[in-house]
Every structure is written in C-alpha cells, then in structure tokens.
C-alpha cells in the first residue's frame, strides 16, 4: 500500500547532559540515540543549538578578563550595556551597523548580522548570578558542522546533514527565530527557477531558505528556556542532501536593499 501523503518529522533529543570543554558532540548525539533507541537513517539531519558547540569549544569568556577600549567604552554608554560586553562584540564583529540603549546590531565576523554578535548570557553556566560568563558563538559553524556530520556518518554508514543554529531577529518583524549559522551536507538554499507551478507557470526567481526553515522548525522544540533539548533529528526533508556552506544563505552588501 502506497502512502498518500508527505510528512516531515521533528525528533527531539532528550536527557542530554550538559556540555562542556572539549565534549565531542557527535559521541553525544550517538550514544543518546542508541540509549533511546532511535536509529538514524538516511537523509536524517541533525539540528543543533549553537551553545553546545560553543561550549565544548571553550568559547566561554568571563567579563572580568575584558579590559575594554575607548571605542567600546563610548559604544557601551550608547548602549546601556557593558563595556567588557561591548568589547567582545567588537572583537567579534566586522563592523557595527546599529547602535541604540539595549541593543548593537552587527554583521559578524562569519558574514551575518545579528543582535550583539550572537554574544549570550542565557543558559551559559549554573551558578553565575552576577552573569560574568558570556558565551560566544562558534569560530567556524561550518567546520563544526562538517566534523560532527563526518563522524555520525562514519559511525552510522548512513549519509546525514548536520545544521547549527542560533535564534536572531529579522528586519521588519518582531520576535526571534531558529537561523543557521553553520552547515553540513544541507542545502543553504534550493533553486526552484525554472519549475512549474499549479498552473503551468515556470518560476522565474524562487529560491527557498531551506536551512533556514529546517532551523524554525527545530527551534519550536528546542524552546529558549529550560526545555533542555539542544538536539533535534529531521526526518522526511523534501529536497536531495548536497554539500553547501553558511556563504549560501548570506546576501552580499552590494545587493542588500535595507542598509
């Protein structure tokens, strides 16, 4: 009997204990499926939150350690925040593109722009009232990527995506979403030109965020608070695996009409 519709699955990975220095992600990933005995199959994609990976890859840094500049003592008095923050998010930025109280819009070293540099306090270290801890993102998402989708491949025989994602805002809406910053055998983006619609149409400029949907999805079950799912397994995506990088999904500065 043939099935009469498609679906996609959302799987999240639960009991996973919290990361720390030099972890190996894969291993994780791995040993919980087997202990919950979820197989992974083919053309599964592993979803993970950026703070695991940037945990096991020491990227914690304590504010106490920052000694700030002139420039991000006069950014953090605009801000309202931090000057050893502030600091930081230079450090980790090409440029500054907004600054207003509470917030500094950046275009990170990596290409993408984002609220303070992607810099976070949320869920970084247990017991750190005074928030002296901040967690930076991943120096390479893409090479993370690629190291955890070799290894579960290599483990498992079974040709898997691996996508890394982080919540930022977008222009013009409110509220955060599920974006990624690091790929692995997932398309970025799909080129549907060409393809006809219902009615015949060929479609003429249809390119699709499919990483970026893959993300949104995930991040409805990963939560923001204490969900305590950093991994999440898509099963059914629609579109072949290939290789790709995060340079897919960024908009070169000459072509971007909000700035």
Same mark, same amino acid.
């Given at each position: 009997?043939?099935?009469?519709?498609?679906?996609?699955?959302?799987?999240?990975?639960?009991?996973?204990?919290?990361?720390?220095?030099?972890?190996?992600?894969?291993?994780?990933?791995?040993?919980?499926?087997?202990?919950?005995?979820?197989?992974?199959?083919?053309?599964?994609?592993?979803?993970?939150?950026?703070?695991?990976?940037?945990?096991? =890859?020491?990227?914690?840094?304590?504010?106490?350690?920052?000694?700030?500049? @002139?420039?991000?003592?006069?950014?953090?008095?605009?801000? $309202?925040?931090?000057?050893?923050?502030?600091?930081?998010?230079?450090?980790?930025?090409?440029?500054?593109? @907004?600054?207003?109280?509470?917030?500094?819009?950046?275009?990170?070293?990596?290409?993408?722009?984002?609220?303070?540099?992607?810099?976070?306090?949320?869920?970084?270290?247990?017991?750190?009232?005074?928030?002296?801890?901040?967690?930076?993102?991943? =120096?390479?998402?893409?090479?993370?990527?690629?190291?955890?989708?070799?290894?579960?491949?290599?483990?498992?025989?079974?040709?898997?995506?691996?996508?890394?994602?982080?919540?930022? $805002?977008?222009?013009?809406?409110?509220?955060?979403?599920?974006?990624?910053?690091?790929?692995? $055998?997932?398309? $970025?983006?799909?080129?549907?030109?060409?393809? =006809?619609?219902?009615?015949?149409?060929?479609?003429?400029?249809?390119?699709?965020?499919?990483?970026?949907?893959?993300?949104?999805?995930?991040?409805?079950?990963?939560?923001?608070?204490?969900?305590?799912?950093?991994?999440?397994?898509?099963?059914?995506?629609?579109?072949?695996?290939?290789?790709?990088?995060?340079? =897919?999904?960024?908009?070169?500065?000459?072509?971007?009409?909000?700035?």
């Amino acid at each position: 009997m043939t099935a009469d519709y498609q679906k996609m699955e959302y799987i999240g990975l639960i009991d996973i204990p919290l990361v720390e220095v030099k972890d190996d992600i894969a291993e994780i990933i791995l040993y919980n499926a087997r202990r919950h005995n979820l197989k992974i199959f083919a053309n599964d994609i592993i979803i993970i939150t950026q703070k695991i990976i940037s945990k096991s =890859e020491s990227r914690l840094r304590d504010l106490r350690s920052v000694e700030p500049s @002139r420039k991000a003592i006069g950014i953090a008095k605009k801000a $309202g925040k931090d000057p050893r923050l502030v600091q930081l998010i230079l450090n980790e930025s090409e440029e500054v593109m @907004r600054v207003r109280k509470g917030l500094i819009i950046t275009r990170h070293k990596n290409g993408f722009v984002c609220a303070n540099a992607g810099i976070d306090h949320s869920n970084t270290v247990q017991g750190d009232i005074e928030q002296n801890m901040v967690l930076l993102l991943p =120096e390479d998402a893409d090479r993370s990527a690629r190291l955890i989708r070799d290894k579960i491949q290599e483990q498992t025989g079974k040709k898997v995506g691996v996508i890394i994602i982080d919540s930022h $805002g977008r222009a013009w809406r409110n509220g955060t979403i599920g974006t990624t910053i690091g790929i692995a $055998g997932v398309p $970025g983006v799909v080129d549907l030109r060409g393809q =006809e619609d219902l009615f015949g149409y060929k479609l003429r400029a249809t390119f699709v965020a499919a990483a970026d949907e893959l993300a949104a999805g995930a991040s409805l079950l990963m939560g923001q608070a204490n969900e305590q799912i950093p991994v999440v397994i898509a099963r059914g995506f629609p579109y072949p695996l290939r290789e790709s990088s995060l340079n =897919e999904l960024i908009r070169l500065k000459k072509n971007d009409l909000f700035q």
